[in-house]
């Protein structure tokens, strides 16, 4: 997906967009009775992941012990994602929502990739002894903030958090915080601003995606919503016809690299493998990450350009010192304003019956 989408500090929100986000944000319901409300209850903790574009590339199937995420490929971003590894990264963040949601009610699962079916595979069972983390709690909470943060440090001990949160088997965590670091995966975020504003199938799948008005955003639920980056409304048509007029490489790049210099740091999610399981795994290590910064007041929101253009990854890749390893994900974190959550689609229009 693209850069850290054009936009200025969060300012006030429409009326109807917060009763929306309201809605959709709503916390877990606990008191829900028969084990078919509480499968839907973790459909709906999961469609609260993030996604690429915000595009929600998943369906849900409900069978007996097992729920399976399965990639709704009509929601691909084939300009950003040719390979679909955000769609699959995607479907890992809203796999691991579902975990930590089901561990509220008594119940342990775990999810894996099974290529005969191309899905994500969630197994629950009632836990032996009931053991949840406390990210739970943190799920209608977490968004990704893409406003500048305030430029401090965080505490080492949040850091560690932050960090252990991020690592799996198939996840390595890097933190980039010297001044050079921060100014090195700048350059990188900035060249790969330049050529993404210059590939006019990009501009136009991003515009595709953006909304440009509360009503838009709301009867679509789904896309990049201008509220969430303090955009003024505009009519559809309007922001559809000046968008590549008023979004350039440069002015994002610009906008970036204030972001990038005001975080704490930056956490690249690097892997052995540059396959399908693998990025599902990502996506689960990023949304856990994700979970434990919002629960630690932590703000973060993903600089994924570097790695999106294709052809800067081997020098991304040599520059961090792992020539022979694959970068899947880049997020800055730091401290900073509470910022509008982004909507949803109704749960009816995921699960499969
Ligand atoms: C795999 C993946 C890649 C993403 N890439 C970017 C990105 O490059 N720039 C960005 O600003 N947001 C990126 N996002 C964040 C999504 O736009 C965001 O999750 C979505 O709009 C929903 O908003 P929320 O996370 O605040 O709920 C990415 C999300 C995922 C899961």
């Not at 975990?99 to 119940?107: C, E, K, N, R, Y």
């Not at 983390?133 to 932050?162: E, F, M």
């Not at 509470?338 to 109704?346: A, Y």
């Amino acid at each position: 997906m693209a850069a850290s989408y054009p936009g200025s500090p969060a300012l006030a929100v429409d009326h109807s967009y917060q009763v929306a986000a309201n809605r959709i944000w709503r916390p877990y319901n606990t008191l829900a009775k028969s084990i078919s409300e509480q499968r839907r209850e973790w459909i709906r903790m999961a469609t609260l992941a993030a996604s690429s574009h915000n595009s929600q590339p998943w369906k849900f199937l409900v069978r007996d012990h097992l729920i399976t995420i399965f990639p709704d490929y009509k929601r691909r971003c084939p300009a950003v994602d040719p390979d679909d590894s955000h769609l699959f990264k995607s479907l890992g963040c809203a796999a691991e929502n579902l975990i930590h949601a089901a561990a509220v009610d008594g119940f342990h699962a775990d999810a894996y990739f099974d290529p005969v079916q191309d899905a994500v595979v969630i197994e629950i069972e009632r836990a032996v002894i009931a053991r949840h983390d406390g990210l739970s709690a943190a799920i209608v909470n977490r968004r990704c903030s893409r406003t500048p943060y305030d430029s401090k440090p965080i505490a080492a001990s949040v850091q560690t958090s932050l960090i252990t949160a991020a690592t799996s088997n198939e996840t390595t965590p890097f933190i980039l915080q010297s001044p050079q670091q921060m100014e090195g995966i700048l350059e990188y975020v900035r060249q790969g601003n330049i050529a993404q504003f210059g590939d006019p199938a990009f501009v136009k799948e991003l515009r595709d995606w953006v909304r440009f008005n509360p009503a838009d955003a709301i009867s679509a639920g789904d896309g990049l919503a201008g509220e969430v980056s303090g955009q003024p409304a505009i009519p559809g048509w309007l922001g559809r016809r000046i968008f590549g007029l008023i979004s350039s490489g440069k002015k994002q790049a610009d906008t970036d690299a204030k972001a990038i210099r005001s975080s704490s740091g930056v956490i690249a999610f690097v892997g052995e493998r540059d396959d399908k399981a693998s990025w599902v795994a990502t996506g689960r290590a990023y949304e856990r990450f994700a979970l434990q910064a919002t629960a630690l007041n932590v703000r973060n929101a993903f600089i994924n350009q570097p790695i999106e253009v294709h052809r800067l990854r081997p020098q991304l890749h040599t520059w961090l010192g792992v020539p022979q390893q694959h970068v899947h994900l880049i997020v800055r974190y730091g401290n900073g304003q509470v910022t509008p959550h982004s909507l949803r689609r109704p749960v009816e229009d995921v699960i499969i019956t």
